[in-house]
């Protein structure tokens, strides 16, 4: 959570879905913080590596508690959706706006050539 004072967050997630948040107040204390986020790259890496992913709920779990939803490992028989990445999931959830579902390509998020959601009305 930002402290008081706070005017710049900068947010990192890494590959293994950790996240990395920056808090600065002013333009120096975030060029500060960048570059020790830098210098010390390597040893976030090693030290999430030591720690292990189970510590940390895998990322289809922490989105399903973050957003409300209920991963479904596999849809109904015969309603199996693929992209050219393999299997899509099926995915159900409730938003702001309400309960929501579709099938979502497995390619990472942010991937530039991610398929886009094939929601179910």
Same mark, same amino acid.
């Given at each position: 959570? +930002?402290?008081?004072?706070?005017?710049? #967050?900068?947010?990192?997630? !890494?590959?293994?879905? =950790?996240?990395?948040?920056?808090?600065?107040? !002013?333009? #120096?204390?975030?060029? =500060?913080?960048?570059?020790?986020? =830098?210098?010390?790259?390597?040893? $976030?890496?090693?030290?999430?590596?030591?720690?292990?992913?189970?510590?940390?709920?895998?990322?289809? +779990?922490?989105?399903? #508690?973050?957003?409300?939803?209920?991963?479904?490992?596999? +849809?109904?028989?015969?309603?199996?959706?693929?992209?050219?990445?393999?299997?899509?999931?099926?995915?159900?959830?409730? =938003?702001?706006?309400?309960?929501? #579902?579709?099938?979502?390509?497995?390619?990472?998020?942010?991937?530039?050539?991610?398929?886009?959601? $094939?929601?179910?009305?």
């Amino acid at each position: 959570m +930002a402290v008081e004072g706070t005017k710049f #967050q900068v947010n990192f997630k !890494t590959s293994d879905g =950790s996240l990395i948040n920056l808090y600065a107040a !002013t333009v #120096q204390e975030l060029e =500060s913080g960048l570059a020790d986020l =830098s210098m010390n790259a390597a040893n $976030i890496k090693a030290t999430a590596a030591e720690l292990g992913a189970a510590s940390a709920p895998s990322p289809v +779990a922490y989105a399903a #508690q973050a957003l409300g939803g209920t991963p479904v490992a596999a +849809a109904a028989a015969g309603e199996a959706k693929t992209c050219k990445h393999g299997a899509m999931s099926f995915k159900t959830g409730t =938003s702001a706006r309400g309960p929501w #579902q579709g099938y979502m390509c497995p390619a990472p998020k942010g991937a530039v050539d991610k398929c886009e959601t $094939i929601w179910v009305r």
